[in-house]
């Protein structure tokens, strides 16, 4: 089980919990929404719960818990830069299709 950051991301990451003073890596995880049926949950971490699967990747930790993990074993995070929008984006092996609008997706 793995879940995975590239530099980009890593180095967005570190930048905004430094800026914020606080906290201990990215909460990665899902919801049941959209056409697709999950949609991807981000958040910065402020604690690790006893449920959570933590991965640690260019110094970053990220955090998953443990309902959305097999939804989310194997992605790698990225965070790209388009003109003035940015996000992170992930690849994942997992899934099947994706909604018209790239919200929500399907495993």
């Keep these: 089980m793995s879940v995975s950051l590239t530099p980009s991301a890593a180095e967005r990451v570190q930048s905004f919990l430094g800026k914020r ?3 201990v890596g990215l909460r990665l995880g899902v919801k049941k929404t959209g056409c697709s049926g999950f949609a991807y949950v981000v958040s910065y971490a402020d604690d690790i719960g006893a449920a ?4 640690e ?4 930790k990220v955090i998953v818990d443990a309902e959305s993990l097999r ?37």
């Design 21 to 23: 003073g606080r906290g």
């Design 52 to 55: 959570d699967v933590v991965f």
């Design 57 to 60: 990747d260019h110094g970053v």
């Design 71 to 107: 939804y989310v074993d194997g992605t790698e995070i990225d965070f790209a830069r388009h003109g003035l929008n940015e996000a992170f984006k992930f690849r994942n092996p997992n899934v099947r299709g994706e909604c018209g609008c790239g919200e929500s997706f399907n495993v």
